[in-house]
């Protein structure tokens, strides 16, 4: 019998998105920079950078604190909970985020269980 792949609630692509964001405006303003550095601290890109990364910053906050629907049943599942890494086989020992590293092994956590429906899916 065939295993169905685990859906996915996408709660790593907000933070990928984030990174990949920052970096493509971070190269827009070094690539459409100036021959001189007092003329480029001038300029509207110079200006959005404080902002820009602030903003970020802010964003990375609430993103990991964001709570998602479970794909199964459509129930918000909390994104701090005490979890258990399968990699090291060790709760947390507190409540964590789901997007911070295990403190036993710092792996990442891939997949997640629901609270409500007992069902495992994809991060």
């Known amino acids: 019998?065939?295993?169905k792949p685990?859906?996915?609630?996408?709660?790593?692509?907000?933070?990928?998105?984030?990174?990949i964001t920052a970096i493509f405006?971070?190269?827009?303003?070094?690539?459409s920079?100036?021959?001189?550095?007092d003329q480029f601290t001038t300029t509207l890109q110079f200006k959005l950078l404080g902002p820009f990364f602030?903003?970020?910053?802010?964003?990375?906050?609430?993103?990991?604190k964001f709570p998602f629907k479970c794909p199964s049943c459509n129930k918000i599942?909390?994104?701090r909970k005490n979890w258990h890494c399968p990699n090291c086989d060790k709760t947390q020992g507190k409540e964590r985020y789901l997007s911070d590293k295990c403190v036993h092994c710092k792996q990442m956590l891939a997949t997640s269980f629901c609270?409500?429906?007992?069902?495992e899916f994809r991060l």
Not at 25 to 31: A, E, K, N, P, R
Not at 33 to 37: P, Q
């Open 33 to 37: 920079g100036s021959a001189e550095f």
């Open 115 to 119: 609270d409500h429906c007992k069902e």
């Open 54 to 64: 602030i903003g970020s910053g802010i964003f990375y906050l609430l993103f990991r």
């Open 77 to 79: 599942v909390s994104t």
């Open 25 to 31: 405006f971070l190269m827009w303003v070094i690539l």
């Open 6 to 19: 685990l859906t996915s609630v996408f709660f790593h692509f907000r933070f990928k998105f984030l990174a």
């Open 1 to 3: 019998m065939e295993e």
